[in-house]
Each structure stands twice: as C-alpha cells, then as structure tokens.
C-alpha cells in the first residue's frame, strides 16, 4: 500500500498553495471545470488521504506536466498522480474509460505473455522494412488499434507510421518493425495498473534487445516517453539510442526536399514530447524546411503548450472538449489555417472536436507533420 502522506511529501504536493493563482489560471482542467483545481487536490491530501484515493479529482487532472513547469520544476502533480491512481486502481477505484474501454482492455489482453500479437499487417509494398535483425528499430505503437477503433478519425495513426516509414526510407534506414511489438505500457501505468505496466516493459525491452537495435525510433510521444523515461524508473531501461521520429528527420535535413506547400500553421507541442522529453525545436525545424510553410505560435508554446483535453483513454468529457476547442480556437486566433502536431493522439482528440456532429462546432484543420512531410517528399 503506497502512503498518500510519503507522496506528499515527495512530490512537493504541499507547494501548491504558495503557487495556487498561477496554476489555476495555467491548469488546462481548471481552466473549464470550476469544480477542479490542483490546490483542491493537494488540500484533499492533505486533509483526507483516504478520500483522495476514491475521488474523481484524480482522474481528471490530465497529468500534463504545467504544475511543474509553473512551479520551476518544484511540484510534480504528474507523478503523484501517476502513483495515487495506481492505489486507487489497486482499491478498486478507476477513472471512466472511453470507447467503452476497448482500447484499454486491448492494452491489458497485451501484457499477457500467451497473447501473441501480430503487429505488421499494416506494412504494404511501398515501405521498405527488415524483420528481425538490424541497427535501426521503428516503433508502431497503438497505431494498429487507434485506427480499428476509430477509423472516421482522420489523418489516421497508421498513416502517420507508414509516412515515418517513408521518410526513414528515404534517408537510406529499412527500420526492423517487430512482429511481437506491445503497447508500451503507458496508458496502463498512468491508470495505475503497475503489473500489467511491468509485464509489457519485460517483454518489450526482451523483443527490442534480441533485435539487436542500436536505434529505436518513435512516432509516438507517450511511447517515446515511456520506453525512454518510464522503462529505465522501472527496470533499468534499454541498451540502446531512443529517438522520436522528429529529431532524427530533423538531423537529416540537409538530405530531403520538400515540395512548396502555402500554408500558414502553427505547431501544438504534445505535453509527452515537449515537457517530458524536452523535444520543442525539432519539429518547428522540419515546418521551417518546407519551403511555404509559414510557422506562427500559438500564445501557449512550448513548455506552456496546453493539453489536448484527455489521456490514457480515460475520462474524456465535456471539460476535454472544452479545452480541445479553447486550443483549436487558439490556433485560429494566430491566423493558423491549420494545427500540426506530432502525436496522433492529439491529433484523434483534436480532429475528434472538429467532426461535424460534435458537441459545439469549431473548424480548424488538424495535420499531422510526420504525414504532410512524407506526402512533400521530392525525388
Ligand atoms: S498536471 Fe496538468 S491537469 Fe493536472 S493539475 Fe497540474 S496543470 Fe492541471
Ligand atoms: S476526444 Fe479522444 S478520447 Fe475523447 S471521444 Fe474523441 S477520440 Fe475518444
């Protein structure tokens, strides 16, 4: 049992207070529920521990990362968050799972060592990859499934993965794709359920070593997140380089064009890849290659980009969309014809608020970079 007070105290929860304007004018959360604010949870903690662990404050912070950054690195609500879900899950307390929770009932049958998945259906003839063996490694993440689930949903998960694909390609790299590839465990471990969690990194980080990879190469920022940052809290972590697709293009630049393409855009930073991995200039690096594109920023950039609304398939409600639509809207204020992202989840959530039948109607076209630099390949 995990004691809520070590944690507190650990997680500097208390600081909050000194803190409490700030971050509740930052907070995505307490910005459209005035029900939520991360001074609320950590008074609950500290008042009543027990009812911490039942209640729905939990699930709904979005454990996004600002209450560290706002805090100058002081406060991790993110991480405590983490940990407080894993007893609530452990207590039997669990946040609302969307999609009728397929998708992290998908993750869960994963981490059983007798599911054999099949992971690369989804290569077709275009792609050049390698099976088995080799230096470089790309991981394809939920992307099968997100698609399965919601294939209305476009610029789809696995055209973001075929188009990374295509640019790896292109640099001369035939990537191994892993035919026994799992989840990476995010979404289990942010939703506290650890063993599963654990199960996942053992057999991932046994499938990635026996590749023999020197590379691994992410599209996603929660799995890039977490095969960097949360497989080396748990179990050491990997032997090898971990990149997202982003950087290692960006690298590479000097080797692609791009045809012209008119459009002004602006960039929305993905909570994982901005504030966890310190991933910001890589992106913006490509857009600025593409010559018409022209980049404009939004006034939350960077390490205080807001979030897209909801994680981990959990909890997503009228506040998510609220805080999606108060983000699209954003962007359009800057004048961006379109919003570009990294992460295809933001991009699902995002295009998710943008669907004709959606709760309040907000046009903004929602691109996915990895997808409009493959689709401007020249030669
Ligand atoms: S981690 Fe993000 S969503 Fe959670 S309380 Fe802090 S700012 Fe709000
Ligand atoms: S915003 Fe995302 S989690 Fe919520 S319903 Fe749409 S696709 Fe599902």
């Given at each position: 049992m995990i004691e809520i007070d070590k944690l507190v105290e650990q997680y500097n929860i208390l600081d909050v207070g000194e803190h409490a304007e700030k971050l509740n004018e930052t907070c995505p959360v307490a910005g459209v529920n005035l029900e939520f604010s991360p001074e609320k949870i950590a008074m609950l903690a500290k008042k009543d521990p027990g009812a911490l662990v039942e209640s729905p404050l939990i699930w709904e912070c979005l454990a996004c990362g600002l209450c560290r950054q706002v805090t100058e690195q002081r406060v991790d609500m993110s991480l405590f968050i983490r940990n407080v879900r894993e007893q609530a899950s452990n207590s039997g307390f669990h946040g609302t799972e969307t999609h009728g929770g397929m998708l992290i009932t998908t993750q869960r049958l994963s981490a059983f060592t007798s599911a054999n998945p099949r992971r690369t259906?989804?290569?077709?003839?275009a792609l050049k990859v390698e099976s088995g063996k080799g230096k470089y490694l790309y991981w394809v993440g939920g992307a099968p499934f997100f698609d399965a689930v919601m294939p209305e949903l476009k610029p789809a998960a696995l055209d973001s993965a075929r188009a990374a694909i295509l640019l790896l390609n292109k640099l001369g790299v035939r990537p191994v794709v892993l035919e026994n590839e799992r989840f990476s465990g995010h979404d289990l471990l942010w939703t506290g359920d650890t063993k599963g969690f654990r199960s996942l990194a053992d057999q991932n980080m046994l499938a990635i070593k026996n590749s023999g990879a020197k590379v691994l190469i992410v599209s996603s920022p929660e799995d890039y997140y977490t095969l960097a940052k949360s497989y080396a809290e748990y179990s050491g972590g990997l032997d090898c380089e971990i990149c997202h697709i982003t950087e290692f293009v960006a690298n590479h630049l000097s080797e692609l064009k791009f045809s012209e393409y008119r459009q002004r855009v602006t960039y929305h930073d993905p909570c994982r890849l901005g504030r966890g991995m310190g991933v910001y200039d890589a992106p913006r690096e490509i857009l600025r290659a593409i010559p018409g594109v022209e980049l404009v920023e939004m006034k939350n950039t960077r390490d205080y980009s807001s979030c897209?609304?909801?994680?981990?398939?959990?909890?997503?409600n009228r506040y998510s969309k609220l805080i999606q639509i108060n983000r699209l809207r954003e962007a359009a204020s800057v004048g961006a014809e379109a919003l570009v992202t990294t992460c295809w989840e933001c991009a699902i959530h995002f295009n998710c608020a943008t669907r004709p039948e959606a709760w309040r109607q907000v046009f903004m076209d929602v691109s996915d970079l990895t997808v409009l630099a493959a689709s401007l390949l020249q030669g």
């Open positions: 259906g989804w290569i077709n003839e897209c609304g909801t994680s981990c398939w959990t909890n997503c």
